[in-house]
């Protein structure tokens, strides 16, 4: 031991008293230490991202809100006016059909009034052959 050197002599002293094995558990503890501050650090990362994220689709969220609400207007006046167009076109056919009905009847009278003068014709034409042939005979006589 008095031939060694400082250094050799130290690492005796430090073997002897234990402290190497401290050193080693002490290198092995600040090892760990590292990995864990770099795991902190990228799950502090990870989180970040996954804020953002979060307030992207939160966002997001109240878009898809707000265009569910404006559709669902959309849609109801599409229906309000859909439904003022169909009573609207519902009052036009029946007034069509009114006017329908109503040619029909004039259509009805003309017609009958058209019989009842041809039957008026015939009875005139009958009564004119009638005054004809007697006329003739009279004639003739």
Request: charged share 40%; with cysteine.
């Amino acid at each position: 031991m008095t031939n060694a050197k400082d250094a050799e002599r130290l690492q005796l002293l430090k073997e002897v008293a234990g402290t190497k094995v401290y050193e080693q558990k002490r290198l092995e503890s600040v090892k760990i230490m590292d990995e864990t501050h770099s795991k902190r650090d990228q799950i502090s990362e990870l989180l970040e991202y996954i804020e953002e994220r979060l307030a992207e689709l939160e966002q997001e969220k109240e878009e898809l809100q707000e265009f569910l609400s404006a559709d669902k207007e959309r849609r109801c006046l599409e229906y309000a006016i859909y439904s003022a167009e169909q009573n609207e076109v519902l009052e036009q056919l029946e007034a069509l059909e009114d006017e329908r009905t109503e040619s029909q009847n004039e259509t009805a009278d003309l017609y009958k009034a058209i019989s009842d003068r041809q039957i008026v014709i015939q009875e005139v034409e009958k009564e004119l052959f009638q005054k004809k042939g007697k006329s003739q005979l009279s004639l003739s006589v």
